[in-house]
T-cell receptor, first 116, second 117 residues
């Protein structure tokens, strides 16, 4: 079985300051991990993914995430927030294809607010 | 390249009715998956289709069903609607590189927002 926990439902940062969105996961397998972003009334868009290659993953729009197996974490960061980053962010874990259960699990989401 | 298209974008139904939602994937994508998004439960996986076959299924009752056509377009159906079925239903497509969920990217549509009265 697997699960994913986003530790904050809301995060507020000032424009130009760093962003940290936290995600912990649990998996019986070697998971693939993703961060997706959802702007209001839109579908989800992939920011970045970890698939057992480099532990530091760089994504679009200046976002990056580090896979830490010892801490079972996959936190999303950005050095400097922009107003356009205001959205909801989802941490996602997926199981290897041979696993029959819990194919893909979404975190509850973190809503990022950017203060001017 | 056109993105994932979902129709209708908004609809209102009453309890007991049924509804059919449509999803046209990105050209060349053969895997189509469906998700339900609600404020209480968040995003949950419904099912995934590939080459007209349901390959994977989430934990939803049999009232939720789907199908995929030879052109990869997919429909999902919800019968005997309940108030709790009110949600945003998202469809995603991906280029198939193996069993779902693959390690590739899911491309999402903007969703169909269903309100059940």
């Amino acid at each position: 079985a697997q699960s994913v926990t986003q530790l904050d439902s809301h995060v507020s940062v000032s424009e130009g300051t760093p962003v940290l969105l936290r995600c912990n996961y649990s998996s019986s397998y070697s998971p693939s991990l993703f961060w997706y972003v959802q702007h209001p009334n839109k579908g989800l868009q992939l920011l970045l993914k970890y698939t057992s290659a480099a532990t530091l993953v760089k994504g679009i729009n200046g976002f990056e995430a580090e896979f830490k197996k010892s801490e079972t974490s996959f936190h999303l960061t950005k050095p400097s927030a922009h107003m356009s980053d205001a959205a909801e962010y989802f941490c996602v874990v997926s199981a290897p294809p041979r696993n029959r259960d819990d194919k893909i699990i979404f975190g509850k989401g973190t809503r990022l607010h950017i203060l001017p | 390249k056109a993105g994932v298209t979902q129709t209708p974008r908004y609809l209102i139904k009453t309890r007991g009715q049924q509804v059919t939602l449509s999803c046209s994937p990105i050209s060349g994508h053969r895997s189509v998956s469906w998700y339900q998004q609600t404020p209480g439960q968040g995003l949950q996986f419904l099912f995934e289709y590939f080459s007209e076959t349901q390959r994977n299924k989430g934990n939803f009752p049999g009232r939720f069903s789907g199908r995929q056509f030879s052109n990869s377009r997919s429909e999902m159906n919800v019968s005997t609607l309940e108030l709790g079925d009110s949600a945003l239903y998202l469809c995603a497509s991906s280029s198939d590189r193996g069993q779902f969920p693959n390690t590739g990217e899911l491309f999402f549509g903007e969703g169909s927002r269903l309100t059940v009265l």
